[in-house]
Nanobody, 114 residues
Framework: QVQLVESGGGLVQPGGSLRLSCAAS????????VGWYRQAPGNQRELVAI???????NYADSVKGRFSISGDFAKNTVYLQMNGLKPEDTAVYYC????????WGQGTQVTVSS
């Protein structure tokens, strides 16, 4: 079973930056989109950003202009550059790679606090 592994989370001050990475433990064929989701305590998991194989992107309104998603579909890797971080960005961030099924990582904690 192929697994997704996220990295790059941590503690950062407001206004700071982090870059999340997601890699697959093996090859996933037929990926049509990759994305990042997040879940804060007491909240449902929400879409942060997604990019399709064709290159189209979609961002949550709350992160537009601050976050940028990129992916290498041949290598099953996906990145999320997060700038201008705010305390409300604090959450566990999950990588997703979508074929006819969804692959999920275990999540990486991002904490924005002074």
């Amino acid at each position: 079973q192929v697994q997704l592994v996220e990295s790059g989370g941590g503690l950062v001050q407001p206004g700071g930056s982090l870059r999340l990475s997601c890699a697959a433990s093996g090859r996933i064929f037929g990926v049509v989109a990759v994305g990042w989701y997040r879940q804060a305590p007491g909240n449902q998991r929400e879409l942060v950003a997604i990019i399709s194989r064709g290159g189209s992107t979609n961002y949550a309104d709350s992160v537009k202009g601050r976050f940028s998603i990129s992916g290498d579909f041949a290598k099953n890797t996906v990145y999320l550059q997060m700038n201008g971080l705010k305390p409300e960005d604090t959450a566990v961030y999950y990588c997703n790679q979508r074929t006819n099924v969804d692959y999920w990582g275990q999540g990486t904690q991002v904490t924005v606090s002074s």
